[in-house]
T-cell receptor, first 116, second 112 residues
Framework: EAQVTQNPRYLITVTGKKLTVTCSQNMNHEYMSWYRQDPGLGLRQIYYSMNVEVTDKGDVPEGYKVSRKEKRNFPLILESPSPNQTSLYFC???????????????FGPGTRLTVL | GQSLEQPSEVTAVEGAIVQINCTYQTSGFYGLSWYQQHDGGAPTFLSYNALDGLEETGRFSSFLSRSDSYGYLLLQELQMKDSASYFCAVTVTTDSWGKLQFGAGTQVVVTP
């Protein structure tokens, strides 16, 4: 089954304790990205990756890191989480159009993160 | 700056037609997408427009006018299961690649 998986689905942590949210897709997609969703703000892109070892900042990258060492995986790293990073996080993957622009986004189930 | 505007909420009865408008101000516009999200779920793709005009997919249609920086999603023959949030998203080109920017979402409430 074609899918995007994220782990963990729920996480409660404390300020400053490093954490990683994993994301994996089995569709051989080049493009992967991370979004955070907050009430009234919709989905905001954190980072995206066009392919292995190619990443770029989205609209809200502060406080986050990513890596793309394998095509299928795109982990999101919070080196020192703070309460304002409490949010619902979605990973997504897509093919790229002939122009290189991202195509339809396939979203993972989401990770609800609470930072105390 | 870059922005997308869509109404926060729309209420309609079963069987009705609902139009959700989306206006955008952005540089490097490449295309407009629509996604549906039910409470507690992940967004799922509905429609994409890169060129002006209407795209129809079953009960849902999407329209784009690039000259007006405007698009809409039309939901016809509304069903209770259509109660969800609907997001417009623009694909914008960057120096090398592209990224997506989403609107804040429109909550559609379908009543019996």
């Amino acid at each position: 089954e074609a899918q995007v998986t994220q782990n963990p689905r729920y996480l409660i942590t404390v300020t400053g304790k490093k954490l990683t949210v994993t994301c994996s897709q089995n569709m051989n997609h080049e493009y992967m990205s991370w979004y955070r969703q907050d009430p009234g703000l919709g989905l905001r892109q954190i980072y995206y990756s066009m392919n292995v070892e190619v990443t770029d900042k989205g609209d809200v990258p502060e406080g986050y890191k990513v890596s793309r060492k394998e095509k299928r995986n795109f982990p999101l790293i919070l080196e020192s989480p703070s309460p304002n990073q409490t949010s619902l996080y979605f990973c997504a993957s897509s093919e790229t159009r002939t122009s290189g622009r991202p195509d339809t986004q396939y979203f993972g189930p989401g990770t609800r993160l609470t930072v105390l | 700056g870059q922005s997308l505007e869509q109404p926060s909420e729309v209420t309609a009865v079963e069987g009705a037609i609902v139009q959700i408008n989306c206006t955008y101000q952005t540089s490097g516009f490449y295309g407009l997408s629509w996604y549906q999200q039910h409470d507690g779920g992940a967004p799922t793709f509905l429609s994409y427009n890169a060129l002006d005009g209407l795209e129809e997919t079953g009960r849902f249609s999407s329209f784009l006018s690039r000259s007006d920086s405007y698009g809409y999603l039309l939901l016809q023959e509304l069903q209770m299961k259509d109660s969800a949030s609907y997001f417009c998203a623009v694909t914008v080109t960057t120096d090398s690649w592209g990224k997506l920017q989403f609107g804040a979402g429109t909550q559609v409430v379908v009543t019996p």
